[in-house]
């Protein structure tokens, strides 16, 4: 795992594909230089919806990004489909 | 809904009884049919939800309920157009749009928190109702793939909706 400047990692979202789908951002002095990307290819929305937290809402056929913080090891889930679920790690 | 309960009933009877799920599986335009109406009444139960609530949860997932609805009918649409095959009327649609009605026309005289109430209640049994449907009658009866897939789609976005309906109705309490 890398330490660029900007890493962006890409979860894509399509029915229930972003089922345990695992973000892993590595903290570097403090920062997390992570942007997460979704791409939702349903014709539904769905959010990343982190429980008492920031939630990002992915459009259908569209892209949301998150920017990681150092705090950000978050399970989220799908407000519209709880069923969706997926987790940020950040780790060092 | 009592028929398409029956209906449930009967395919795990007749797992004993092969000889009579050929003649009683319903046909891939049927399945479509079913599908389709039981979008339709969701939608329609949630443009009633829309007219009436004034909760922010139960309106956000009602919203959720017309716009998916609409758009995994849409696909099933798109679908048999392409696959060439006209959805046919069956008695569980039938029944279903019945019950449909009934319920709406039940949900009609409630306003406020009793309407909420029962309108997300109804949401959870009536997700559940079509998800076991789908598992154990529909998703196996459908004898074209695509058809199959697109089930397999809803069932899982179904699955959802019953988790966020249920997320509501707690909520509600």
């Known amino acids: ?92 | 809904m009592k028929t398409l309960i029956a209906a449930v009933s009967a395919a795990c009877l007749m797992l004993t009884a092969p000889l009579a799920i050929a003649a009683d599986a319903p046909s891939d335009p049927e399945i479509a049919h079913i599908a389709y109406s039981a979008g339709v009444i969701d939608v329609e139960a949630a443009k009633l939800a829309l007219s009436k609530t004034k909760n922010a949860d139960v309106k956000a997932f009602a919203e959720s309920m017309q716009k998916d609805h609409e758009a995994v009918n849409d696909m099933a649409l798109a679908l048999v157009k392409k696959l060439n095959v006209t959805p046919e009327d069956n008695a569980t649609s039938q029944a279903l749009a019945k019950a449909g009605e009934e319920k709406r026309a039940e949900l009609g005289k409630l306003d406020g928190s009793a309407f909420d109430k029962a309108y997300v209640d109804n949401e959870v049994a009536y997700h559940k109702q079509v998800n076991g449907a789908l598992e154990t009658l529909l998703i196996p009866s459908a004898q074209n793939a695509e058809l199959k897939s697109l089930l397999e789609t809803g069932l899982k976005l179904f699955q959802g909706h019953q988790q966020h309906a249920e997320h509501v109705a707690a909520g509600l309490k």
């Open chain 1, 1 to 92: 795992m890398t330490t660029g400047l900007l890493n962006r990692r890409q979860v894509l979202v399509a029915g229930a594909a972003m089922l345990a789908s695992t973000a892993l951002a590595r903290a570097h002095n403090g920062t997390v230089h992570v942007t997460i990307e979704w791409t939702n290819t349903d014709p539904f929305a769905h959010t990343a919806t982190v429980k008492g937290g920031w939630e990002v809402t992915i459009p259908p056929g569209q892209k949301a990004t998150h920017v990681v913080t150092a705090d950000d090891t978050v399970e989220y889930y799908c407000r519209f489909h709880p069923n969706m679920k997926g987790h940020i790690r950040v780790v060092g």
